[in-house]
């Protein structure tokens, strides 16, 4: 679980004062900002929860093509897991990995063409499939001849009681579905069945000790175990079936929240990690580690409409997902700032209340987390990288590129 006492907050508060106070020129906000000690300790400390499985960077959880690098040049990571087609083949084209496998099934004709044109590209990039739909999609869009790498994407959701718990994403569940769509691939000409995935999300994307929930988390703990038990069951079966269609190269699973688990696996080849690097808010409960917060954005304070209550300049970054308080942005440093119940974080202001906004003067940084990694990327084009009280580097983002994916 991550535990940041109102000490640390306090004086990050101060550093990242110090930082901004410090550049020689006035910097926008919102003002993202990365922590690089907590990023280099959060990146060796998955690396040791893997315990000696490679580790593919989720591009999708940093979206700042430096951090990408920074991760993939740390032992014990390898490969960039991106999140679409054109991501993976600009990534390709910008050197940052020659090894890229797209998490979720495309339908993207002018991406996949540009795939099939390029022999490099093509020899770099795996596509994701679940459905013979999507071979055809590839089929149809066809520039070139180059031979199209296939990762096959099984649920990994566990069923109990005629229930099904876990992220709604692979129709693929039944060992005999599985090797029919295997067996297709290897059959059709311009196709490489090179890989499989199973993401357990239950696993990997559930927080477990989460304050004032101690029964949910309790009950949250029994199903990650029910569910491990059962894949890993299914994982030998399944890589025992899969070895009679085509020789895989990798057999990807897993996520930030169950390295351990996952890596255990005797079929598991390599792990994804992205979230665990920049820590957003959703990953603050897990009983099972305790990473460091390194990813922050800054907003200005920019009304005191009374004594008790400072009004910061936007704020309503709000994160996918089932919309609730856990997708809004948290007000981190100075510690004990609270959003009001019956604004929140706002597009244009956000009031906030606690003891330490009567102390906030107009024009001071009140520094904020995102609830998912990533998706704050997508509000700037510059990441600013912060190591101790100084900005040591302004890198671009995706956005910041120019790129939307």
């Not at 960077?57 to 960039?80: T, Y």
Request: charged letters at 20%; a negative charge.
């Amino acid at each position: 679980m991550t535990e940041t006492s109102w000490v640390e907050r306090n004086q990050l508060w101060t550093r990242l004062r110090r930082a901004v106070e410090q550049h020689p020129e006035p910097l926008p906000t919102p003002l993202a900002v990365v922590d690089l000690d907590a990023f280099d300790a959060n990146a060796a400390d998955l690396v040791r929860r893997a315990a000696g499985v490679p580790i593919r960077v989720a591009s999708k959880s940093l979206r700042v093509p430096a951090l990408i690098s920074r991760a993939l040049a740390e032992p014990g990571f390898a490969g960039v897991l991106s999140y679409t087609v054109a991501e993976a083949l600009w990534l390709h084209e910008e050197g940052v990995s020659d090894d890229l496998l797209v998490a979720y099934p495309s339908v993207d004709r002018g991406a996949l063409g540009r795939l099939t044109a390029s022999e490099p590209a093509a020899a770099a990039v795996t596509v994701m499939v679940d459905d013979p739909a999507h071979l055809d999609v590839i089929h149809a869009s066809r520039r070139g001849d180059a031979e199209v790498r296939v990762a096959v994407d099984i649920d990994a959701g566990l069923r109990m009681a005629g229930r099904h718990v876990g992220p709604k994403r692979s129709p693929l569940h039944d060992a005999d579905d599985v090797l029919a769509l295997a067996r297709e691939v290897a059959d059709r000409p311009g196709f490489r069945l090179v890989g499989v995935m199973t993401y357990e999300g239950q696993v990997a994307g559930l927080p477990d000790d989460v304050p004032g929930q101690r029964a949910r988390s309790a009950v949250v703990r029994r199903l990650k175990q029910v569910s491990l038990h059962q894949l890993r069951e299914r994982r030998q079966h399944l890589a025992a079936a899969l070895a009679e269609v085509a020789p895989l190269e990798f057999w990807n699973a897993g996520g930030s929240g169950s390295l351990e688990s996952s890596g255990a696996d005797a079929a598991v080849t390599e792990l994804t990690a992205g979230s665990g690097l920049l820590v957003p808010g959703l990953f603050d409960h897990y009983k099972a580690f305790a990473p460091r917060p390194a990813a922050f954005f800054g907003l200005p304070v920019t009304r005191r409409p009374s004594p008790t209550i400072a009004t910061v300049h936007g704020g309503g970054l709000i994160a996918s997902g089932v919309p609730g308080p856990d997708r809004e942005p948290r007000p981190w440093a100075p510690p004990g700032l609270s959003l009001t119940t019956l604004e929140g974080a706002s597009e244009v202001q956000t009031p906030l209340t606690g003891h330490p906004a009567s102390g906030l003067a107009i024009g001071d940084l009140v520094w904020f987390r995102h609830a998912k990694s990533g998706e704050l990327f997508e509000h700037v084009t510059t990441a600013h990288l912060v190591r101790g009280d100084r900005i040591v580097d302004s890198v671009p983002s995706y956005r910041g590129r120019g790129q939307a994916f």
